[in-house]
């Protein structure tokens, strides 16, 4: 028995060696396989915008990264044990391993950094020196290892060069995070733009009160942007500096943002609740002026760009990043819990839609908002903060990674021709260089996607562009500025180009909006497709979204009027119930209208009493795809709806079973007849609920009673089908409208990090801005005694 079990114990040992060397190896070549997939998905994502595989790229390397980690615990401890037993024999081994455990140091931020969701708040920029203990622990545990290891003075000094170049890595990152802290473009932005703010407001209200136009005459020509006073960069040279407070000049002009900080106060007109924010700036500091930066200089200066008598499409792209840019930064404040105070001002209402609704079409408008969500989104990352603050450090910190890995490949080389005669070596020289070339994805990644052709850094050259400089500055720098960013143009057109040719062509106007549909959730065949579509929103969406922000106002109500309905009239009491009621009949008039209509030649006769087939396209896909996308709200980010979230879901989950269960009893109805097919039996149950009568309605759920009710309501009605479409598309429309303002910042910020610049995000920042807000609940919706009744099944007469 002792001979048999012998040679089987020694095989089963080799056997498991060898599967965990391949395991090794695998995960290597997926890690640097997924870190040049991260380096091209990262330079499309710019061009393409959020719906690329980046984040599923990152997701997945940060997993591999995970995997890896004991993988490299068992290689450390069999590279030990095999040295204990044949002395020098596998010491190569263990090098080898010492220098993955270096190596992996420098990767672990970057990827822990990956997935991690930015905190959008004050504490985001704040340093903490706890989250950088257990790197100093590691790093102690691993130059405890080469001490106790590595035998050889000169490969001993070897590994401590790289050791030390790991930990001034990791002091670069602890003097990052706290430059980041300190700068006032970066984590003191929001303070600073606060008092700007107020100023730039008191001196428009000072303008106005001496009967002057705060911009400037404009004519018809005038573009809005040369009017708008938005800082774009160079706030913070505006504070006086200790040594002129201490001279206590005449110059000086002392800011404060009055009504905050006393009592409780409500967004956006009351911010009681806030701080209020004390700025002491020098109004007569000629070079502290020269250096600020606003919309309205971007946008007079770059008119005289070399070559443009009249204004190319990307100058007057650069020109909405800039203002983009601008919003983003007023809109930091909102997370960041500062004083807007221009917010529901005049001059603020006056901006957005001179700039945004009235000055371009309704995808540049948009395109201007998702632009400024992007900068906001990525603002709250691990990296771009060290950017804002200063960017030399981020630049250094690319170069010390370079040298980091040159350092670390003449290491490579060196351990490779020690242990030369040892098996298995070239196994090991293969994992470190493709470890390497990880390294150097992720960091060629960050500085191209994070810095040199990222948005901020294009926003940062326009400014050094437009700002006054000396004969030198506009000889030589300039010039240069002027060749840097025609070279991001000609990358940034043959990369579109690439993706044209790949079949997957780029529209910067295109914006995707996420669909659910309640009907087709309660049908079998179709239910996976209503899990969540996406769609691209319709121009004529746009415009008439851009149509109802600009008759909206200050004050937005429930648009209930347009489509015939009142609150005492409907058996339903909440904004969700609504929505699911109005949605149901929408998808109802959807289902009995059949296909799309096409066109058709008509008599001119017919087309006076007809209304067109373009506008009633047009009309239905307006309700249909906005339907939808509110349903999504309901269904997918309850968190956006005014509603409380469990009631959002219970409503939508009660709504959902009552119409499966109609959807089951027209299937067993169907059965009888056996000819029939399987898309007949499909719409048979939708035809029932059409006809329903009011004995059965009363019944149903109040949201479904509702729905079937207005469904009924519109196709007994004298209008044409035109006309029913037209009141659902108008109603659908200020309905989102109404949906936009909101006090959930964090509901934005959860979806923002998430999922990006969606189009309730969009329209909320557009009211942060523009000071719109939502009417107050008036006494018949207050009044829940009378609502709990007329919600059960004694509906008020």
Not at 26 to 33: E, G, K, N, P, Q
Not at 321 to 340: A, D, G, N, T
Not at 503 to 515: L, N
Request: charged share 25%; net charge positive.
């Amino acid at each position: 028995m002792m001979y048999a079990s012998a040679p089987v114990t020694q095989p089963a040992a080799d056997t498991k060696d060898e599967v965990m060397q391949k395991a090794v190896v695998f995960t290597a070549v997926l890690l640097s396989i997924l870190g040049g997939t991260l380096s091209v998905v990262g330079l499309e994502r710019l061009i393409r915008g959020r719906f690329t595989l980046f984040s599923m790229v990152r997701f997945l390397l940060r997993s591999t990264f995970l995997l890896f980690l004991p993988l490299l615990s068992y290689m450390l401890s069999h590279a030990e044990g095999e040295g204990e037993g044949e002395g020098e024999a596998k010491k190569g081994e263990l090098l080898f391993v010492l220098l993955w455990l270096i190596l992996i140091e420098l990767i672990r931020k970057k990827v822990d950094a990956m997935v991690a969701e930015g905190s959008f708040s004050r504490v985001a920029s704040r340093f903490k020196l706890a989250s950088h203990s257990d790197e100093v622990t590691r790093l102690v545990w691993i130059g405890y290892l080469i001490y106790s290891k590595v035998d050889s003075k000169s490969k001993k000094a070897m590994f401590v060069i790289l050791w030390s170049l790991a930990a001034a890595k990791l002091g670069q990152r602890v003097l990052n995070e706290w430059k980041a802290q300190d700068s006032l473009s970066a984590a003191g932005s929001a303070n600073i733009i606060a008092g700007y703010m107020q100023h730039v407001l008191e001196e428009d209200e000072k303008k106005h009160q001496n009967g002057g136009n705060s911009g400037g005459s404009s004519t018809a020509t005038d573009n809005p942007m040369d009017r708008c006073d938005y800082v774009v960069m160079g706030e913070e040279k505006l504070m006086l500096k200790e040594k002129k407070k201490k001279k206590k000049e005449k110059s000086e002009v002392f800011i404060t943002t009055p009504h905050c900080g006393y009592g409780v106060g409500r967004f956006p007109h009351d911010q009681d609740e806030l701080k209020h924010v004390h700025l002491c700036i020098d109004d007569h500091d000629k070079k502290a002026k020269s250096s600020l930066v606003t919309v309205k200089d971007i946008s007079k200066k770059l008119g005289r760009f070399p070559c443009s008598n009249t204004r190319p499409s990307f100058i007057d792209h650069m020109c909405r990043l800039c203002f983009s840019f601008s919003l983003f930064k007023l809109l930091r404040r909102r997370f960041e819990h500062y004083p807007m105070v221009e917010v529901g001002s005049k001059m603020s209402r006056r901006v957005m839609v001179e700039c945004l609704l009235t000055a371009g079409n309704a995808s540049r408008a948009f395109r201007v908002l998702q632009m400024e969500l992007d900068f906001l989104e990525n603002y709250y990352q691990a990296g771009v903060p060290v950017v804002m603050s200063a960017p030399w450090l981020f630049i250094i910190n690319f170069l010390s990674s370079l040298l980091f890995v040159f350092v670390y490949f003449l290491a490579a080389i060196l351990i490779t021709l020690y242990a030369a005669k040892e098996e298995g070596i070239v196994t090991y020289s293969i994992v470190t260089l493709l470890l390497m070339v990880t390294l150097l994805a992720i960091e060629i990644t960050d500085f191209l996607t994070a810095y040199l052709f990222s948005n901020w850094f294009l926003v940062h050259l326009l400014c050094l562009y437009v700002r006054p400089g000396g004969c030198m500055w506009n000889l030589v720098g300039k010039p240069i500025i002027c060749c840097f960013i025609a070279y991001r143009l000609l990358v940034f057109y043959s990369l579109r180009l690439f993706l044209r040719l790949t079949g997957r062509p780029v529209d910067e106007k295109k914006m995707k909006m996420r669909q659910v549909s309640v009907v087709q959730a309660c049908e079998p065949i179709r239910k996976f497709a209503a899990w969540t579509s996406q769609v691209t929103v319709a121009t004529d969406a746009k415009v008439a979204i851009v149509k109802s922000l600009l008759d909206s106002g200050e004050v937005i109500s429930l648009p209930l009027d347009i489509i015939g309905w009142k609150w005492n009239d409907i058996p339903v009491n909440t904004i969700t119930e609504i929505i699911l009621a109005c949605h149901l009949a929408t998808e109802l008039l959807e289902a009995k209208a059949g296909d799309k209509p096409t066109k058709t030649k008509k008599k001119k006769k017919k087309q006076e009493e007809e209304p067109d087939d373009d506008d009633d396209r047009d009309h239905r896909t307006v309700a249909t795809t906005l339907s939808r996308y509110c349903m999504y709200l309901v269904a997918r980010v309850p968190e956006l709806v005014p509603d409380d979230e469990r009631w959002v879901s219970d409503k939508y989950e009660d709504v959902k079973s009552c119409l499966k269960q109609e959807a089951s009893r027209g299937r067993h109805r169907s059965w009888s007849s056996t000819w029939c097919c399987p898309w007949w039996r499909g719409s048979s149950w939708k035809q029932a609920l059409m006809e329903m009568k009011e004995d059965r309605l009363k019944d149903m759920e109040p949201a479904v009673r509702a729905g079937v009710e207005l469904f009924q309501q519109v196709t007994n009605k004298q209008d044409s089908a035109a006309a029913a479409w037209k009141k659902l598309a108008d109603f659908w429309t200020h309905l989102l409208v109404y949906l936009a303002p909101s006090n959930d910042v964090e509901g934005h910020a959860k979806v923002l990090a998430s999922q990006g610049s969606d189009l309730i995000t969009c329209l909320w920042a557009f009211c942060t801005h523009a000071g719109i807000k939502r009417r107050s609940p008036g006494p018949a919706e207050m009044n829940a005694d009378k609502l709990r009744v007329r919600a059960g099944n004694n509906p008020r007469p």
